[in-house]
């Protein structure tokens, strides 16, 4: 699966911005999809997560009630709705996917993902 994110950009803090990532197979033939951010010198975080034949999400802790994932399976499209941007939500941020299921989904893992885009670079400024 080739994945190709967009949308990234320059927004100012409280701002919205939506990121989104085409995938080059049809999305349910994935089991899951997510995105995952890394800001400099930080450790890859697992942002939110979609089971693509059930559409369960979960979401990491910092970014509850602020963002949200979702699926549009006749473009082959992965969404990523930002709300409320905050400056410790600057980053790049990937769009992944992982074909088989795994019980772990919720935890929104790097190790769990087979396939993962280029990135696209967010930046929140006060």
């Known amino acids: 699966v080739q994945l190709v994110e967009s949308g990234g950009g320059a927004v100012q803090a409280g701002g919205s911005l939506t990121l989104s990532c085409a995938a080059s197979?049809?999305?349910?033939?994935?089991?899951?999809m997510c995105w995952f951010r890394q800001a400099p010198g930080k450790e890859r975080e697992g942002v939110a997560v979609?089971?693509?034949?059930?559409?369960?999400?979960a979401y990491g802790d910092s970014v509850k009630g602020r963002f949200t994932i979702a699926l549009d399976n006749a473009r082959n499209t992965l969404y990523l709705q930002m709300n409320s941007l905050k400056l410790e939500d600057t980053a790049m941020y990937y769009c992944?996917?992982?074909?088989?299921?795994?019980?772990?989904?919720?935890?929104?893992?790097?190790?769990?993902?087979?396939?993962w885009g280029q990135g696209t670079q967010v930046t929140v400024s006060s």
């Open positions: 992944a996917a992982r074909m088989n299921w795994t019980p772990t989904f919720r935890q929104i893992l790097p190790r769990d993902y087979d396939y």
């Open positions: 979609i089971a693509t034949r059930t559409s369960v999400t």
């Open positions: 197979r049809s999305i349910p033939s994935t089991n899951y």
